[in-house]
């Protein structure tokens, strides 16, 4: 109770506090949100790929003086066509090629980092995020990710849903289904930028796939999966702000740890999926019928 | 060029992972036909119907659609996947996917949706799944999510319609209701293509038989079709005659 005035005191005195709590909300929403397509495609993987591979395309940015976004998307993108055109084109298998694609764009980031020696890039922000660094253009940018993702979100629904759900039946009645792998591609690499101060790159993919992992859990119907998992998104960055701030520990890890838990929870409880209440339902069940 | 013609496939050849899986493929069909296509497995029969949605790019060969290009006339056809193509734990329900046969209609401002609510109503009480409409598809049995898919295709209110083994491993209630279905819309004019393994039953349920090994071996009345040398070339070895003349005759594939 003590701490918990204590952060509502420091959410009025500081601004820093401010902007990272409202920046990892944002985030939140927009990854939960994007992530229910990533998981139900299948696509966990890549977007764990696309994540890291938007690296180099923030340090050329970053010493080239143009925005991150550009720089990520144009890296994001690159790189899934390049994933796309292996497993095309040769016998290499997609998980196999999404492996190739991505170290190597990784690798070509840090090697540029540490190319620049004590220019202002910092590699360990970049992985990890920083945010308490969090400034108020940093939170327009985040916003107007979050718009642009919505907006798409939006336009494209039966397109994404039909093709995520039913890619044969898209196909058949004419929706371009490649055009919308790579527009979510983009999405994707969007998103990773939103992401980069408040939980980093490495641990981005965390904020894609667990909220959609426990919305997924917890209801039969994709619109409420996507507003759940924007909730739990959502959630998991308060209350991941919170404790970093109590305990004085890494906001980007804490975060993920609370979206963690909460998927413990749901995992062994959620009402239809739940592997404690379906065990607890099989046995009570069988206690009722046989004594 | 035939004007009758629903279906008009002319010299299709198709590979699929570098496999010739039809070869020199031609056929016409009339309007208001059930057509079984039948043949061993990978016979190219999903094949067929993939190419005929133009989803296979073809080697050689032409596929026209009431005399134009299939990419002309995609929101006239309908097509039902197999029912293993189906992820079972997708957060839909029943209605949701009948649904999404309304979306070739529904453009982004048109004020369709009333319309569309009451065609997908419609159509799950024709195919008997109405009370199911708020169920999870994982939640239904084989037989009852292939009637969804059916009734998916019925909200599409296509000319032409692609089934892709819509009997396979399904109950006889639900295998009764999807024929009954079917022999509506050809009284309504409309044309079916559906793989079929069933022989005893093709002859009682389709108009005409496509028998289909790689190459169109007969097509026609079952009469035409079910003899046993057409067999014998489909099947191969697979196929034994009992009773020479009166053709009886057992598949084993």
């Given at each position: 109770m003590e701490n918990l005035t204590f952060f509502w005191e420091s959410l009025f005195k500081y601004q820093y506090l401010q902007n990272a709590l409202l920046a990892g909300m944002l985030v939140g929403i927009i990854c939960g949100v994007v992530g229910c397509f990533v998981i139900l495609r299948g696509l966990a993987l890549m977007g764990d790929a696309i994540s890291h591979a938007v690296l180099p395309g923030v340090v050329v940015a970053y010493l080239v003086g143009f925005s991150f976004f550009i720089g990520a998307v144009i890296a994001g993108v690159l790189t899934a066509l390049g994933i796309g055109y292996i497993a095309q084109n040769s016998r290499i298998k997609d998980d196999a090629a999404i492996g190739i694609m991505f170290t190597a764009a990784f690798a070509l980031g840090i090697v540029m980092i540490t190319l620049q020696h004590g220019t202002g890039v910092d590699l360990w922000h970049i992985l990890f995020g920083n945010v308490l660094a969090v400034s108020r253009d940093d939170l327009w940018t985040t916003l107007g990710i979050g718009v642009i993702v919505l907006a798409c979100i939006v336009t494209f629904y039966k397109h994404l849903l039909l093709s995520t759900f039913d890619a044969t039946m898209a196909q058949a009645i004419g929706m371009p289904t490649k055009m919308i792998h790579y527009l979510l591609m983009l999405l994707l690499s969007l998103v990773t930028v939103s992401a980069l101060k408040t939980v980093g790159i490495i641990l981005v993919v965390a904020m894609l796939i667990t909220p959609g992992a426990i919305a997924h859990l917890l209801t039969d119907r994709f619109p409420a999966m996507l507003w759940l998992s924007a909730l739990f998104g959502m959630l998991s960055s308060i209350v991941g702000v919170y404790i970093s701030y109590i305990y004085d520990v890494a906001t980007g890890a804490s975060i993920v740890l609370v979206a963690s838990a909460l998927f413990a929870i749901a995992f062994l409880l959620s009402p239809k999926q739940g592997v404690f209440v379906r065990w607890a339902r099989a046995h009570v069940l069988h206690k009722v019928k046989y004594g | 060029m035939n004007t009758e013609a629903v279906l008009e496939v002319r010299e299709l050849s198709v590979s699929y992972h570098r496999e010739r899986t039809l070869e020199n493929v031609s056929f016409l069909v009339a309007p208001g036909q059930l057509v079984g296509i039948i043949g061993p497995n990978g016979a190219g029969k999903s094949t067929l119907l993939k190419a005929i949605l133009g989803l296979l790019p073809p080697n050689q060969g032409q596929v026209t659609v009431w005399q134009q290009p299939v990419a002309k006339m995609r929101k006239r056809i309908a097509y039902v996947p197999q029912h293993n193509d189906i992820d079972t734990d997708f957060p839909v329900c029943v209605w949701d996917v009948v649904m999404m046969g309304r979306f070739p209609h529904s453009?982004?401002?048109?004020?369709s949706r009333h319309k569309n609510h009451l065609k997908v109503a419609e159509c799950l009480r024709q195919a008997g799944m109405y009370a199911w409409r708020n169920r999870q598809i994982g939640e239904l049995s084989g037989g009852q999510r292939q009637r969804v898919f059916l009734a998916r295709a019925l909200a599409q209110e296509a000319g032409l319609l692609l089934l892709d083994?819509?009997?396979?491993?399904?109950?006889l209630n639900s295998e009764r209701i999807i024929i009954n279905i079917l022999r509506g819309l050809k009284s309504q004019g409309k044309t079916a293509l559906i793989v079929f393994h069933d022989l005893t039953k093709a002859q009682a349920y389709f108009d005409s038989l496509m028998l289909l090994n790689k190459k169109l071996v007969a097509f026609g009345s079952s009469t035409k079709v079910l003899t046993a040398q057409n067999l014998q070339a489909a099947y191969e070895g697979d196929v034994?005659?009992?009773?020479?003349?009166?053709?009886l005759m057992v598949v084993t594939a």
């Open positions: - | 453009g982004l401002f048109r004020r083994e819509p009997f396979a491993g399904i109950d034994t005659v009992l009773s020479g003349t009166d053709e």
